[in-house]
């Protein structure tokens, strides 16, 4: 038995849709700016450029419906709805004609954005991390199989705060597809199952306060709710 200073922390895992089994998570990538909407109304103008991610860590993944506290050290705290890659094989330099082969399954996501924080950051050059890899900022779905569901092209991808319409877009609306951000990241991962992937997210973006509870829902995917508790 190994001896460790500490006790481990638990294996960060996923529930699937219908079953008691876990999905067990060992890392999280997130590509930013990847619906072109969005991208304007964060004040830049897309293109096909290549995509660009950002990490966040598994001890961010927090279950749909959970209650969580308003986050520290804002006062601009952001939702973001998103599909969510699992991958079930390992990938590395696959194309893209390979790459759905590598998909294991998908969920609905939040990636909770300290909006203030970022934005600080971005101006000064720095990296994002102190606005998107935060506890409870990687809120996931149950899983479900594309055995199941097969892969979804397109589809509707909103979100509602309060019962209030806020995002309302098309998966087909992606600048970069799933099978092109996974054959994209392979370049330079060895990506493995376990590693998931939150795709970006449309125009509707904004904040949330205590109090208030933000649903969504992707067709063909699952349902996905959060309720912003108050400050610790």
Known sequence: ??????????????????????????????????????????????????????????????????????????QNYHYEMELVIALGKPAFRVAPEQAEDCVWGYACGLDMTRRDLQIKSREMGRPWDFGKDFEHSAVISPLVPASEIGHPRSGNIQLSVNGALKQNADLKDLIWSVP????????????QPG????????EGVGPVKPGEKITGRIDGVGEIALTIGQPE
Not at 21 to 31: D, E, H, K, N, P
Not at 195 to 202: A, E, M, Q, R, V
């Open 195 to 202: 590693d998931l992937i939150y795709t970006g997210t449309p």
């Open 1 to 74: 038995m190994t001896d460790y200073v500490f006790p481990p922390a638990p294996q960060a895992a996923v529930a699937v849709r219908g079953a008691s089994r876990l999905y067990a998570v060992s890392r999280i990538f997130c590509v930013g700016r990847n619906y072109a909407a969005h991208a304007r109304e964060m004040g830049f103008d897309p293109d096909r450029e290549p995509p660009f991610y950002f990490n966040k860590t598994p001890i961010d993944l927090i279950a749909t419906g959970a209650t969580i506290p308003y986050p520290l050290g804002t």
């Open 180 to 191: 092109e951000i996974v054959a994209n990241l392979s370049q330079y991962y060895h990506l």
